[in-house]
Every structure is written in C-alpha cells, then in structure tokens.
C-alpha cells in the first residue's frame, strides 16, 4: 500500500483545542452544568492514626441549607468487589466511611451536603469528631521495612571488594506532590441504578471499573466523563476516596452532588511521589569502568495498600557492568497511599546513579560525559536484547555542543560573577515508555469530515491534537475536517493517560482505525464501475485533502464525498485497535536523554539560581515539534521544582502535612526558569510501536535533578546528597 502523505504529522501546528480553553468553554470536572446539584464538603480526620469515639452533627444540620451528614455511623455499606482492573495499588483500600478507623491524618470521616457551597463549607466545620487517637508512624527512618523485591546479576559483593575505586553514598529524596492546576473534583448523578460521574482522571475506564466495584453494578451502568484535566502529573491515575464519597452522598440524597478538594485536602486526598532513602555502592576500575553497583532503596507507602514504582529498572540497563544487586524495599506508614508522579521510579534513580557517576568521574579526574561514554552498553544486560534505539552517545554530542561544555572547567568552585559562584552540570535519563492495547472508533461522514473517538485523556500535552494530526494523515484530509473526541468511557477503552503511553497506544490504535477506512473507501472506488479510479490497484492510490487519485497521476481521482453519495453511504466506520507489545518482543525499547544545566550559587547567602537548561532527546518519532517543546519546558521546569524547592514536611507527632499549600510547599515560577531548550534527535522507532514514537512526558523529566545537582557541585564543590537542594546545605 502506499504511504500516505503527511502533512500535519510533524509540522509545528497549533492545538485544536486552544481556543476552548482560552476562552474558557473547555468544560473542566466541577464546571459542568449539571441541573439540581448540590454541594458537599468532606470533613477530615484530625490525628494521625486511632478510632472515632464520637461525632456531633447537630450543630451541622441545624445550619440553613445543610441537607445530609454522612459518616460510618450513617453511611450504606458498600460491597467493595474486586478492583483488580482499576489502576489501584494492591491492598486492601480505604473504605470509605465503613469504620471507625483512622488511618492517616486527612482521612475523610464525614461529608456535609448542603445547597450552597458556603453551607456546606460552614457545615463542615461545625462537625465535632472526638478520637481515641494512637501515635501514628510516618517517619521513613524510623519504621521497619517489608520484605525486598530484590534483583542480581553476577557477584556484585565480590565486584565491590575487587574494584580498585570504591564508593558508598547514601541518598534522601523528600516527598513531592503533584499539586496540579486545577483541584480534584467530581460531581456524581443516579438515575435509577445508574451512575455518571463527571471526574478530574487521567484514566476513565480506571474509575468506572472501580466505581462499578465499589457500589456492585455491572460496568454499563457507569459512566465516566473527563473531556479536559487541568493538569494530573500522575496524581488523577486512579479513583480516590473522594469520587466515591461524591457517590454515596448523591444516592443518600437523591440529588446530584458536586465535591471538589481544597488546595489543602489534595495533600492527602490524592496521591505523591514518596520518600526514598537510597544507598548505592559502586566499583570501578581506574579508568572509570563500573565492576558493580549495589542499590538499597526505601520507599514509604500506605499501611492499607503497597505502592510501588520502576525504580529499579534503570540501574539494571543504564550503564554497562557485570555485578548488580538490587533491593526495593517499601516501608508501611500512617499516611494516604503515594501515587505515580512524572517521570516515576526513573527520575528517583537517575538522581541517585548520575550523581555518583559525576561523583566517580571527579574522583577519576574524568570528564563526565566520557565516564558515561565509557560504561555504554551494546545491549540491555538485564535480559539480553539489543535495544531498539539507544542514541545517547549521539545526545551527549550534540547536547555537549550546543550547550558549550567546553566551557565548564572541571575544578569546582573555580567560575566567579561577582558574588556568583557558576557552574556546569550533566546527566543521562532513561525512561520505560509505556504501551498498552488501545481501541479508536473511526468514522467517516459523507460529507467528507471525520469523527475519531476513544475513552483517553487529555491532561494538558495535547492529546486532542496529536490524535487529529495521525488521523488527518491516515485519512487524507486536512485538520479542519476531523473532530477527535475523547474523555467518556462510552468511547473505546484506552489505557490510562500516564506513563508516556498515550501516544503509542492510543495513537496506534487511531492510525489502524483511519487506515482501515480509507482502504474500506479505496476498495469502493475500485470496484466501483462509475468510479473514475475503477480497476486501479488499491496500492496505487493516496489520498490528500479529502480526495483519493492515482499517487503517479494527481488528476485521476474523486473526493470521499463524492465518491460515498454516489454509492449511498452515509458514512464508512471501522473500529481501530493496538494490541500493545508482543509477549515475545525481541528489542528492548527506551527513550533517553541528556540534560545539561548551569546554575548560579550566592557565594554569601548559597541561593542557588538555574541560568540555563538543554535537554536532548531520543524519544523516537516526533508527531507535534509544538507540544513537544511544551512537554519539554514543563518536564525541565518540574524537574527544578524537585531539585531545589518542593519538600512535603510531615509533623511526625500527629501526622499532619504542615506545609499543605502552595504559600509554603514552593513550586517553581517564571523567574527561576530563565532559558529552557529542548532538541528531539531526528527518527523513529518501529520496533517501539507503529508509529514509531517512544512518548515525551516521562523522559523530559527524568535527568534533571542530578543535572543540577551536579552543577552545583561544580559551583561550590559542595557534593548534596539530599533533595531538595537547599541554602542551608550549602552554608
């Protein structure tokens, strides 16, 4: 068959949704005009860990306006079936309002609904709840571990006691929250046994298979709408308390319920990327050749389910060595169970390996970059299997060049500004992109435009659009004339909207879907005796801007239009799928990167100031250069924000997060991002997926911390161990 043109794949075009949102006509969850809604407020716990004794209502619903106060003591029991299809950690879930336990601070014990939100607000606060409160336990440094999930390869003791240079480095990673844009919020409607929700999630299907769990009902009696996210970074990857709470509060009053989180109940109500202790002890010889790695990680995760993430997988394929040992261990504490958060796992272990690689390599008196060079693999030496693409070494070069590091002078804290200690830093990232099977539902209207719909997300990287630019080159017409809809599990079921798989996943199961209506419009022309393109070789025919002709003979051809009036179609519809990777898939597919940043350190104050960033990426084929800038700024500025600002700080006493706002959990701003540049490595990578991509949201996060890290090294020669990087540590 032949290629099809392509002409909105690759160009730098704009979103189609950004007049929408611009306007504000893209219907975010708690905006949704939903007729007879009323409100609720979640009232939460107080102590970290214990049992309610009592709670007092009647001051509550005695106020104007307070309708219902639901609790334990109130509330219906819900089956809670298996929710083995809902993106949940294993466990045993928090049920909501099914006992008198508290297992973290913030956990919801009680939900006013009233018809205005100012009642239930003032109802909210007007519910006394006294506790038999226990000491929680919330220190990762002070609570016993599980057992590990542990991994080897070779000796990795013995590589350590022959290795001529030894190093033994213990690293700590504070807790970061997602803290989106927009607040998490539902508002939940029955009618008879069947429930919609209109949610904030970055995986419909996820939250109708646990909603359809939760409350007992077969999977078409929910319903899910999503068609915008104001940003999740991982934190809308599953369905929290509060979307099953929206759901009792509207069956208990027959009315439809609204229930949106504060800025400070998303600290608890949602999910994070938890706190890790990790000590790694390499070897090398003297010329910088790793001998062997042995990684101890602890994570926190929640006494009631195990959170765990991918944080192993990069110290078993990022660098070239015979000896690795490897043990994850996750640590149960009093508090609401983490979440995946960007760049998941990866970015943990890329600030921990690529700051004791800079480390080695000032040990050596080698250059970074050729420390790296020298420990490339040929393979992926945790299983075998060449890689699909591995450019590193090209991402090194070019990012090397344009960024100037021949400039850096190796010898920390010898580049001087005035009062400004300058210096350089490098670091490689990896990360697993995902890929899942995937369905699209195509349809071609005989007016020649085209609807295209799945049940994915779009969280802010563009997915409306990117979909639009695949199907508009699958089917030959032009973006003006196809519609992508998404964001309602009536739509075929995607994965969820994280992990870097949207592209590859959905993308491909739209590419399929497209392209079986177009050869189903092919088949009709050829066969068609009136058809101008009649006994032609389907092979030999393309079709642009809605027309399909002979790809040698532009002239000989007819529009879909005409072609589907004359044989009295109102339309050709196919239902495109991806199967996701094969089970026996022979190459091992990863994106990369190389990050390079210079900072500024107050020699006087140890005020730290990013001057610059470039990232250069291997991520395979790049279907909008336009969001991928985008995804490339925010991955940067995200990855800032975690070496040097956001810090979750728990009050071990009680549990309570005390820094729970944006006023003193500090998030990055314009001014601490100056110059962010990003360059995509020309290609593609079939073996990854039919489109050749490899996703963009993970890796451009990934590399960043211990790229800054790094710089400040060079800045001060002061080596931190300790996210995030903070003045005091550098006085």
């Known amino acids: 068959m032949s290629p099809q043109p392509q002409a909105a794949v690759g160009a730098p075009l704009s979103r189609v949704d950004g007049r929408l ?48 106060v639901i609790s334990h003591r109130n509330a219906p029991k819900l089956p809670y079936r298996d929710n083995s299809g809902s993106n949940n950690p294993p466990g045993r879930r928090l049920r909501v309002f099914q006992d008198d336990r508290v297992l973290f601070h913030g956990q919801p014990v009680a939900v006013v609904v ?28 002070a609570a016993k571990a599980d057992k590990p999930t542990t991994y080897a390869r070779g000796d990795a003791e013995a590589g350590l006691r022959s290795a001529a240079v030894r190093m033994d480095l213990t690293y700590h990673l504070a807790r970061n929250h997602q803290n989106p844009m927009e607040p998490h919020a539902t508002i939940a409607r029955w009618d008879g046994d069947k429930l919609t929700v209109w949610d904030k999630t970055q995986w419909v299907v996820g939250t109708q298979t646990e909603l359809s769990t939760v409350f007992d009902l077969p999977m078409d009696s929910v319903r899910v709408i999503s068609p915008f996210v104001g940003g999740g970074f991982g934190s809308g990857l599953r369905c929290w308390p509060h979307t099953v709470v929206a759901g009792v509060a509207a069956r208990e009053t027959g009315r439809p319920v609204k229930l949106v989180l504060s800025r400070r109940q998303q600290y608890f109500g949602t999910g994070f990327r938890p706190s890790y202790e990790y000590r790694l002890r390499l070897g090398s010889d003297r010329r910088g050749r790793l001998t062997a790695m042995a990684h101890e990680i602890d994570a926190e995760t929640s006494s009631y389910e195990t959170f765990t993430e991918g944080v192993m997988l990069a110290g078993q394929m990022l660098y070239s060595m015979r000896n690795v040992s490897q043990a994850y261990r996750t640590v149960p504490l009093d508090v609401n169970t983490p979440l995946w958060m960007r760049g998941p796992g990866f970015a943990t272990a890329s600030f921990v390996i690529e ?21 490339e693999p040929a393979e992926d030496e945790s299983n075998g299997q060449p890689f699909s693409t591995r450019r590193l070494r090209e991402c090194y070069t070019t990012g090397a060049r344009e960024f100037g ?56 990287p563009g997915t409306y659009t990117s979909q639009t630019q695949v199907a508009a080159d699958a089917l030959g017409l032009t973006m003006r004339t196809v519609t992508f809809r998404l964001g309602d599990s009536l739509f075929p079921p995607t994965p969820p909207h994280g992990g870097s798989m949207t592209m590859a996943s959905v993308g491909s199961a739209t590419l399929d879907g497209c392209n079986q209506v177009r050869l189903q419009a092919i088949k009709l022309a050829v066969e068609d005796r009136e058809s101008p393109l009649y006994g032609v070789a389907a092979e030999d025919i393309v079709v642009r801007n809605g027309r399909l002709h002979v790809k040698r003979n532009p002239a000989r051809g007819e529009t879909y239009r005409s072609l589907l009036a004359r044989n009295d179609r109102s339309h050709l519809e196919a239902l495109g799928s991806y199967a996701g990777p094969s089970s026996s898939e022979r190459h091992s597919v990863y994106a990369y990167n190389a990050t390079f940043a210079e900072v500024a350190v107050d020699a006087t104050l140890g005020m730290v100031r990013v001057r610059r960033m470039l990232g250069v990426y291997d991520a395979g084929r790049i279907i909008s250069p336009k969001l991928a800038e985008s995804q490339a700024i925010g991955g940067i500025v995200g990855g800032i924000g975690t070496a040097l600002l956001e810090h979750t700080v728990t009050d071990h006493r009680d549990g309570r997060i005390v820094n729970a706002n944006l006023a003193d959990y500090l998030v990055p701003v314009n001014a601490d991002v100056p110059d962010v540049r990003a360059i995509y490595l020309d290609g593609e990578d079939r073996e990854a997926d039919p489109l050749g991509v490899k996703g963009l949201g993970e890796v451009v996060h990934v590399g960043v911390a211990p790229a800054i890290a790094n710089a400040v090294f060079n800045a001060t020669g002061r080596r931190i161990r300790e996210l995030p990087i903070t003045a005091e540590a550098l006085l």
Do not use: C, F
């Open 21 to 68: 949102k611009v306007t504000g006509q893209a219907l975010y969850a708690a905006e949704h005009d939903v007729d007879g809604a009323v409100h609720a407020v979640m009232v939460d716990a107080a102590v970290g860990r214990g049992r309610i004794t009592s709670i007092d209502t009647r001051a509550a619903l005695a106020h104007p306006g307070v309708l219902r």
């Open 114 to 141: 009233a018809t205005t939100l100012e009642a239930a607000q003032l109802g909210a606060s007007l519910v006394e709840v006294r506790y038999d409160a226990e000491q929680p336990s919330t220190d990762l440094h």
């Open 355 to 375: 700051s004791a690689m800079d480390e080695l390599a000032h040990k050596l008196g080698v250059d970074p970059i050729e420390l790296r060079r020298r420990n």
């Open 405 to 460: 590091w021949h400039r850096r002078n190796p010898r920390p804290r010898s580049t001087r500004e005035g009062d400004w200690l300058i210096g350089m830093g490098m670091a490689a990232g990896v990360y697993d992109p995902g890929r899942m099977p995937a369905q699209a539902r195509v349809r071609l209207d005989a007016d020649g435009t085209a609807v295209v719909e799945a049940a994915a997300s779009d969280m802010g």
